[in-house]
């Protein structure tokens, strides 16, 4: 990059944004741009893993602590939600107080998190310390991005936030089989356990390694009615999609939430144009690059996340898998996560995010129609060939993305930045699995009445037809105990091949959901900011 444009976010007569003067070359650990992206990475690694990991922990959590479907979303959606709702707010503190010690406090609280669902004994405490992990997870998150672009000099920076997106996706693939192996062989507490000494390695390596840069021009206050426009407008978002199925689409409290997400997101616009230090400056998104790699995050992690959720109770509870055995099914989609991600890097420094982003979106959306092609009865090797491809698409989205946001942002504004491309992919998450979910629950509940009776077997009442309606939408067969073996057999086939028929729905929402991402990916292009923090420090 040989020039450098700066968006305007000053109001008038406010003096313009500044790029931070030179610093001194790093001596020894402290500083040092490699190391600094070696602490960040073993942070923001905990965070990722645990977007993932955990799904393949549900079965087995549901299962010890006695939870319903809606319960496991929540343990899901409770840890996204929080991510989401908070990451922007937590940008802003790494903006205004420094990001190495927003960092730290969220190495230290996401693994007190951690280790405190470990020790609880029900579901009520397993999505309350979900929430505490999102909360603490938020100030990592875009604390690590904002290390990165005062670290690194702009030649290196692509560089750095190709591996970063390379730890980030290999976490994010790699949870299902660390998830399968620890459940299979320990205990689902031990999910959450391994992050208490990865915490410990990150804390230590943060103290001794970390510099705290900050721009010239940063924030000095908070805009608090900001934040709380900002928060209750996706909560109220995310708890309509996640109660749609109970109360139903055509229920006045749906639509008064999503009519109060409405109001709420429109407040908030208005305020931020009026507040003298927003939380979100609007100027932000007259960058149309920056705009589509945010709406580019959110709709990739409604592909991948809300698909993830249903692949690994089809494993489990329609093929009959171990954990470890699911995990491993999932190893096409780890492995081309890793390989694809440095292979994305150079690809996107060559020609730009555009045509890798399209490509990657294309990819997604065919895995996505094939995952929906999907029987009770599917092979290993097709089920790989999925996985691969999909692995394939995300790699280059979860480089390109971040890169096409955090460069395109001033570097006074880095911490903002890191916020909005982490809250764009946790909030798609949340609504990847609060959306499909709803699609899996109505087409569950549409067909397993027919085919129950078209099985011939006995009639159930409204009460035992919600309750099988409930086991069917994880993939489990609602056989009562003391069940003839002729009459237990047709309930399995209706469970699995009433489930099959749900998710394979949810998969061809998702792919559609792809193929608009494919359009997005075109407006996107390389960052024009990124020299802001080429003097911050030298390699």
């Known amino acids: 990059m040989t020039s450098q444009t700066t968006i305007d976010t000053t109001g008038p007569g406010d003096k313009a ?52 479907f809606a319960q496991v979303q929540w343990i899901t959606n409770g840890y996204f939600l929080a991510l989401a709702v908070s990451l922007i707010t937590a940008g802003k503190l790494g903006d205004r107080f420094g990001h190495r010690q927003t960092f730290l406090i969220g190495v230290v609280g996401f693994a007190a998190a951690s280790g405190a669902i470990g020790l609880s004994d029900s579901i009520a405490l397993v999505v309350t310390f979900r929430v505490f992990q999102g909360l603490f997870g938020a100030l990592l998150m875009p604390a690590a991005l904002g290390l990165l672009r005062a670290t690194f000099p702009a030649e290196k920076l692509n560089m750095a936030i190709g591996i970063w997106g390379m730890v980030i996706g290999a976490s994010t693939a790699g949870g299902p089989i ?196 999907l029987e009770t009865d599917t092979g290993s090797a097709a089920m790989s060939l999925w996985f691969a491809l999909l692995g394939l698409g995300l790699a280059p989205v979860m480089v390109g993305a971040t890169e096409v946001i955090v460069g395109n942002a001033p570097m006074e504004l880095s911490g903002v930045a890191g916020g909005l491309q982490q809250a764009a992919m946790q909030i798609g998450g949340s609504l990847g699995t609060a959306v499909l979910g709803a699609v899996m629950a109505s087409k569950v509940d549409s067909d397993l009445p027919a085919n129950w009776t078209d099985a011939g077997l006995p009639q159930l009442t409204p009460t035992q037809l919600d309750q099988a309606s409930e086991a069917v939408q994880v993939g489990v067969a609602p056989v009562a105990k003391g069940t003839p073996e002729a009459i237990a057999a047709k309930i399995v086939d209706v469970a699995h091949d009433t489930f099959i028929s749900g998710m394979s729905l949810a998969s061809l929402v998702a792919a559609g959901v792809a193929v608009v991402a494919v359009f997005v990916a075109l407006l996107t292009k390389r960052g024009e900011n990124a020299e802001a923090g080429a003097g911050a420090a030298h390699i």
């Open 17 to 68: 944004p500044a790029a931070p003067s030179d610093a001194p070359p790093a001596k020894g650990l402290r500083g040092h741009p490699w190391f600094t992206l070696i602490t960040v990475a073993v942070g923001v690694m905990m965070v990722a893993l645990d977007g993932t990991i955990v799904a393949i922990a549900n079965p087995a959590i549901q299962k010890d602590l006695g939870a319903t």
């Open 178 to 373: 660390l998830g399968g192996v620890l459940v299979e062989h320990v205990n689902w507490q031990s999910v959450f356990f391994i992050n208490v000494p990865v915490g410990i390695v990150a804390l230590v390596l943060g103290v001794l390694i970390l510099l705290d840069h900050r721009a010239e021009n940063a924030p000095r206050s908070f805009d608090i009615l900001g934040i709380a426009l900002l928060s209750g407008a996706m909560f109220c978002l995310v708890w309509a999609l996640i109660k749609a199925p109970t109360w139903g689409w055509g229920d006045g409290m749906t639509w008064a939430f999503i009519l109060g997400s409405v109001v709420l997101f429109a407040a908030f616009s208005f305020w931020e144009t009026k507040v003298k230090e927003p939380l979100i400056p609007l100027a932000l998104f007259r960058s149309v690059p920056l705009s589509a790699g945010v709406v580019l995050m959110v709709l990739m992690a409604i592909a991948f996340m809300g698909g993830l959720f249903f692949v690994t109770f089809y494993l489990q509870n329609v093929h009959g898998m171990s954990p470890i055995d699911a995990g491993l099914h999932l190893l096409p989609l780890t492995g081309m996560m890793i390989v694809g991600s440095p292979l994305a890097g150079a690809m996107i420094t060559k020609l730009g995010p555009r045509i890798p982003l399209a490509g990657g979106m294309a990819s997604v959306a065919i895995a996505m129609y094939g995952m929906s092609t």
